[in-house]
């Protein structure tokens, strides 16, 4: 360091020290993330479970997850089985969307979901829609077709640049009977898909100690949400859980307090699944404890599309190192549950 | 008597996550070299010592799960040192002179996001 340096000259040696040290704190750095833990009941008049499932739009993968259970119930396994369809389209044009005819059809008579297939949110133009579109509001537009916005928004679709792009499609249908999405589009490649659905049982598993009114738990008691939902991603990618302190491999056990259950039934669905059908597997886990069980709570865990241009209701969602948005339920026997809801760094704070 | 119902409670937790997750998939030019998850976590550490020196190849990692036979991974490691972890994946370029390349498949703060991957949803 230069001897005999005057006040209030710049010191290259300390801005140099300056920038290192910058740089290795940019090192540890991640992106932003968030994870908001809620507590209550569903007996609650106030209760928000509905409303943050069905505003959920684009599912991906659902999974439960029963301790203390080696047989799936009738009711349970029907409606895991009847999770679908879904609709794969190749190359459908924009505009298509916006047709009067597909409005009245489709929108109207129902909850109506889109997304493209195979479109990255960080690399390539991503369409979507939602049971209420946002930038253009085809209930709004259905009934002033012969507006200049209309005609805009059509020309802009079909002649100024005609973009098609393929599509995943599901319909909840609340309407009348009528036309469906294969009969539809039957002029473009459209096919008929049913979710993959995963059925299995662990044996000896062991799971973390929860108390329902202790969302941080309780030293020694209760394990807390945040460490409940990390044991359920070690569950479901089949991690080992009883590794000891000095193992070379992994280190990571089941957060203490825990049991350990004989067996436990795990499921899980991947498609493009619908929030309607969610909501009833919800309920339906709900009525797991209308009668006596062994399982202290049962576990219900949502992951959004990567790519959806939204998380929740128009909520922004982006990719930045991940595309992760996703909600898990902790539904216990006295009818008090735990809500997580995780987001990364392009996104808005879950409602 | 049966407990109360829970009151509402909310809470919001900004970068609560200790570790982050990758799921990697290790890729050799040539086929027919395996590795056992010792060996897989060995060259791990040894990629972390060359960029980055002792200290970090001493960073808390784990393997949470390993497929020997397609050389994929979970790993999980402390949120301070995702950056260089990724960075040494990435500059790591051979092994016992065969050349292979880490492959990020996926990363997270939370374990969960890793059970499920929407871009391989294939529908073609």
């Not at chain 1, 991690?239 to 957060?255: G, K, Q, R, V």
């Not at chain 1, 797991?288 to 865990?301: G, H, I, M, Q, R």
């Not at chain 2, 997750?21 to 897989?40: C, P, R, S, T, W």
């Not at chain 2, 994929?72 to 040192?81: D, E, K, M, V």
Request: net charge neutral.
């Amino acid at each position: 360091m230069p001897a005999g340096k005057g006040r209030g000259e710049p010191n290259p040696g300390r801005t140099c020290v300056g920038k290192t040290m910058a740089m290795l704190c940019r090192l540890r750095e991640v992106p932003r993330h968030l994870l908001v833990c809620e507590k209550s009941n569903f007996g609650h008049e106030k209760s928000r479970h509905r409303h943050l499932v069905e505003t959920h739009y684009h599912n991906y993968r659902v999974s439960f997850l029963i301790p203390e259970c080696g047989i799936l119930a009738k009711e349970l396994k029907d409606l895991v089985m009847d999770s679908g369809p879904y609709y794969f389209v190749k190359d459908l044009p924009l505009h298509e969307l916006i047709a009067h005819e597909f409005i009245n059809t489709f929108v109207k008579k129902g909850a109506c979901y889109a997304l493209t297939y195979n479109t990255n949110i960080d690399e390539d133009n991503t369409v979507a829609l939602l049971p209420n579109v946002v930038s253009i509001d085809l209930m709004d537009l259905s009934s002033k077709l012969d507006s200049k916005k209309y005609k805009r928004i059509s020309w802009a679709f079909k002649e100024k640049k005609p973009l098609k792009f393929d599509f995943l499609l599901a319909w909840h249908q609340t309407g009348a009977e009528g036309s469906t999405m294969m009969s539809y589009f039957s002029n473009y490649r459209i096919q008929e898909r049913q979710p993959k659905i995963a059925l299995s049982t662990v044996t000896d598993l062991p799971c973390p100690v929860l108390r329902s009114g202790e969302l941080r738990g309780e030293p020694e008691a209760a394990c807390s949400a945040q460490e409940l939902f990390e044991w359920l991603g070690a569950v479901f990618s089949n991690a080992e859980l009883n590794n000891e302190p000095d193992n070379f491999i992994s280190t990571y056990c089941c957060p203490q307090p825990s049991t350990v259950v004989a067996r436990a039934y795990l499921c899980t669905i991947t498609g493009f699944i619908l929030p309607e059908k969610i909501r009833l597997l919800l309920e339906q886990l709900c009525r797991y404890f209308d009668e006596p069980k062994l399982a202290p709570w049962v576990t219900l865990s949502v992951q959004g599309f990567a790519d959806s241009p939204v998380s929740w209701r128009e909520n922004e969602h982006g990719f930045r190192k991940g595309g992760e948005h996703l909600y898990n339920f902790v539904v216990f026997s006295n009818r008090d549950y735990w809500l997580q809801l995780a987001v990364g760094a392009n996104d808005d704070c879950p409602p | 008597m049966p407990a109360p119902a829970a009151a509402y409670e909310r809470i919001v937790y900004r970068n609560p996550s200790e570790h982050h997750y990758m799921k990697v998939h290790l890729e050799f030019q040539d086929h027919g070299i395996g590795l056992n998850a010792a060996q897989f976590k060995q060259l791990l550490i040894s990629a972390l010592k060359d960029l980055f020196g002792e200290v970090d190849a001493a960073l808390p990692l784990d393997i949470l799960t390993y497929e020997e036979k397609t050389l994929s991974a979970i790993l999980r490691i402390c949120s301070s040192g995702l950056v260089k972890l990724w960075s040494s994946l990435t500059l790591l370029g051979s092994y016992k002179g065969k050349k292979c390349a880490f492959r990020v498949i996926q990363v997270s703060p939370f374990l969960l996001a890793l059970s499920g991957n929407s871009r391989e949803l294939v529908l073609n």
